[in-house]
């Protein structure tokens, strides 16, 4: 007999509701319920997940350590929420730490002991998220640099080969022409074979430039969106743009009649339109453009559907609340939940968490360097004018006094000049949070500060640049943030930052968590109207059609109020073990 307690959690639990009751009791048997006291690991960052791991009661905190070997908080877990749920399909790994901060009980399903009990017939799959379609072109197995958890790539190319074929008449010609000349000097027998030698070479490294011009362009298509890679070798540039696949609103196919090769070699152009012009993107050189046009459209429409059949799974949960029929159910874990405890900040540092959890860039510590170099070397020069007059000062008394005098004006203005320098770079701050976008900009003294707010639900597309070899080095590049509505000149930038992709990877989950939010927000709405008229309606058939009592001659009455029926208290489980000092963490 399974655990009525953990049994009880489980069916609240969404990933599960397809089994069956004999199936459901057999993962529960093989579920374990532990306690954990303040300041216990429940897993840590690294570790492999081994199952779902579901907070019934309690609290903790999720914390990773980032780049700077820093720990910084990422989101706080309360009761019912659950994390970890793809690890029951498969082996992945702990991005965070989850460390407890108030007596917690936790329910850790196991992976591998749930699939032995579900082994066993009747075999009836868990509500594992299903695969993609099969995609017309074929998709990369390997991951791509950004990809989000749970993110699959239906497909990814890059421009037809035609697109580079087409261009090597360049290098033909420049052969063609060294190897002209080189027979027109044939009578000078040093520079025709040199003339010749540069008719090999030059086209060959042309040929080999272009290759790889053509080959470090890509378009990647996955179930979430649509990302856009293109990079420049001789400006040493980096462009990554990308559209939700939710925005889409056309995909349009263009072979030109006059384009011979595009009709022999199948390939063609593809322009994608959403709402508005910011995200309008045309891709050229496509191969198989209507294939690409396919899976666009069906994941589009999946996407669509998955939205309107999670809608209607709540609004089946909610009725049966509603009715009485199953008790409320725990909600999953949300990662961006505001952040209690500030990260501290270091000297130079240009990412931390502030005390409201918003995440706050500064400009690139090159910036840094560039405001301070002048004030550095006027402070410099006004120390070494300082000990030259201190050296001088008993051959001549006056001119040392002079020099003394004047290295201590300059050292005076230059760190005056140096702490405004510093002030100034540490003021501009571009600060990220799960509801705004803030670009402020501070200037020291009487000049004007200037803070711009944007709703996070009013980014369009964001898009990161990465431009010049410098640049390129040191990951220092700017960050677009197009708005509807607005053209891209008028685009919100963050300039010069460090590691512009990280920071556009925020951004757009950022914007995919709020449009979330709101997609919730309106079906929720629509489903509490629903909710709001059937109990209008229920109240009004009671009043319409009361209950007569039979010993009142006829009279009516209202029915008393029955009490209600007892429940069973499955907030406080018998017999949970807790947690000893010397047991491994828990891998869920």
């Not at 309008?280 to 999946?302: C, S």
């Not at 320098?421 to 003294?445: F, M, S």
């Amino acid at each position: 007999m399974a655990d009525r307690f953990i049994l009880s959690h489980l069916k609240r639990l969404p990933v599960f509701a397809r089994l069956s009751a004999e199936q459901l009791e057999r993962v529960a048997n093989s579920t374990q319920a532990l306690r954990y006291e303040v300041g216990e690991v429940v897993f840590q960052q690294g570790q492999i997940h081994t199952g779902l791991t579901l907070l019934v009661s309690g609290r903790g905190l999720l914390t990773q350590i980032g780049p700077t070997g820093q720990e910084q908080i990422m989101a706080q877990v309360v009761a019912d929420q659950y994390l970890n749920e793809s690890a029951l399909f498969k082996e992945t790994v702990a991005l965070a730490t989850l460390r407890i901060v108030e007596t917690a009980i936790i329910i850790g399903v196991l992976r591998q002991s749930m699939a032995a009990a579900l082994t066993q017939p009747p075999n009836v799959p868990v509500n594992q998220p299903s695969p993609s379609a099969a995609s017309p072109l074929p998709a990369s197995e390997s991951d791509f640099k950004g990809q989000r958890g749970g993110e699959k790539v239906l497909t990814r190319f890059r421009a037809h080969w035609w697109a580079f074929v087409h261009r090597l008449w360049m290098p033909l010609m420049v052969s063609a022409i060294l190897i002209a000349l080189a027979i027109v000097a044939g009578s000078i027998a040093a520079l025709a074979v040199l003339l010749v030698f540069l008719g090999f070479l030059l086209p060959a490294v042309f040929a080999v430039y272009l290759f790889f011009e053509w080959r470090n362009d890509e378009v990647i298509i996955t179930d979430q969106r649509i990302i856009r890679i293109r990079r420049s070798i001789l400006a040493a540039s980096t462009n990554i743009s990308e559209i939700p696949i939710a925005a889409i609103h056309e995909v349009n196919v263009a072979i030109p009649e006059t384009d011979l090769p595009a009709r022999l070699f199948n390939y063609g152009r593809l322009t994608i339109k959403t709402s508005g012009d910011t995200l309008n993107l045309t891709l050229t050189y496509v191969p198989e453009p209507k294939a690409v046009q396919k899976v666009l459209f069906a994941n589009r429409d999946r996407y669509q559907e998955t939205m309107a059949q999670q809608n209607r799974e709540a609004m089946r949960k909610e009725l049966d609340v509603f009715l009485g029929r199953t008790p409320p159910a725990g909600q999953p874990a949300v990662p961006a939940v505001s952040n209690p405890n500030k990260s501290s900040v270091g000297f130079l540092q240009m990412r931390f968490v502030n005390n409201k959890g918003e995440t706050v860039y500064r400009k690139h510590y090159l910036v840094w360097l560039s405001h301070i170099l002048l004030p550095a070397l006027v402070l410099l020069v006004g120390l070494v004018l300082l000990v030259v007059a201190a050296v001088s000062a008993g051959s001549s008394p006056t001119a040392a006094l002079a020099g003394l005098g004047g290295s201590g004006i300059l050292i005076v203005v230059a760190a005056g000049m140096l702490y405004l320098a510093d002030w100034d770079w540490r003021n501009d701050r571009y600060v990220v949070g799960d509801q705004t976008v803030a670009l402020i900009h501070k200037r020291p003294l009487w000049l004007q500060d200037k803070n711009d707010q944007i709703l996070v639900s009013q980014i369009d597309n964001v898009i990161s640049e990465t431009s010049g070899v410098l640049n390129s080095l040191f990951h220092m590049g700017d960050v677009k943030l197009l708005l509807t509505g607005t053209e891209v000149e008028n685009a919100k930038v963050f300039k010069n930052v460090h590691r512009p992709q990280e920071i556009q990877q925020e951004l757009a989950q950022r914007r995919r968590r709020a449009e979330q939010r709101q997609e919730a927000d309106e079906a929720k709405r629509q489903r509490q109207a629903i909710l709001d008229y059937l109990a209008v309606y229920h109240d009004s058939l009671q009043d319409v059609a009361p209950n007569v009592n039979p010993n009142s001659g006829g009279n009516t009455a209202p029915r008393p109020a029955e009490p209600p029926p007892p429940t069973y208290d499955r907030t406080r489980p018998p017999g949970i073990p807790r947690v000893l000092p010397n047991d491994p963490p828990h891998s869920g």
